[in-house]
């Protein structure tokens, strides 16, 4: 197997983001576009992230001007370092907030394994088997 280094990882996730990966309710409006392929990715990126290096998921709440706009996810290493690769998606000015680090459910997730199952497999395509958990 190939080494990879994290460019290649964020190389392999841009080119595999698409809207039938993205939250489904960001696809609709302006929210999703192949200007902003990160839009609507957080949580199933990190999850990938979290299928490559372990560590922690973590979580915070996404505001703008003010007002929730629900949940930002990314990855904090075994090494402590905070790891997120879909950040590029805030573009309006919005802020995340209260982070907090979460158990990864066991199992298939209980919403979004289709779109997990899809992106994983784009990525594989890029970079080759990937470690972790999809069963």
């Given at each position: 197997m190939t080494p990879w280094n994290l460019l290649d990882i964020h190389t392999a996730l841009r080119a595999s983001w698409a809207a039938d990966t993205c939250t489904p309710s960001d696809v609709t409006g302006i929210a999703w576009q192949p200007g902003n392929p990160a839009w609507g990715h957080c949580d199933i990126t990190a999850l990938i992230v979290n299928d490559i290096f372990g560590g922690d998921l973590v979580v915070g709440e996404v505001h703008c001007t003010g007002e929730p706009q629900g949940f930002h996810w990314w990855n904090r290493l075994p090494s402590g370092v905070e790891l997120d690769l879909t950040r590029e998606q805030f573009q309006d000015g919005q802020t995340v907030t209260a982070a907090r680090a979460v158990e990864r459910p066991?199992?298939?997730?209980?919403?979004?394994?289709?779109?997990?199952?899809?992106?994983?497999?784009?990525?594989?395509?890029?970079?080759g088997r990937l470690p972790g958990p999809a069963v």
């Open positions: 066991p199992g298939p997730l209980p919403r979004r394994w289709e779109e997990y199952l899809l992106l994983r497999e784009r990525v594989s395509q890029h970079l």
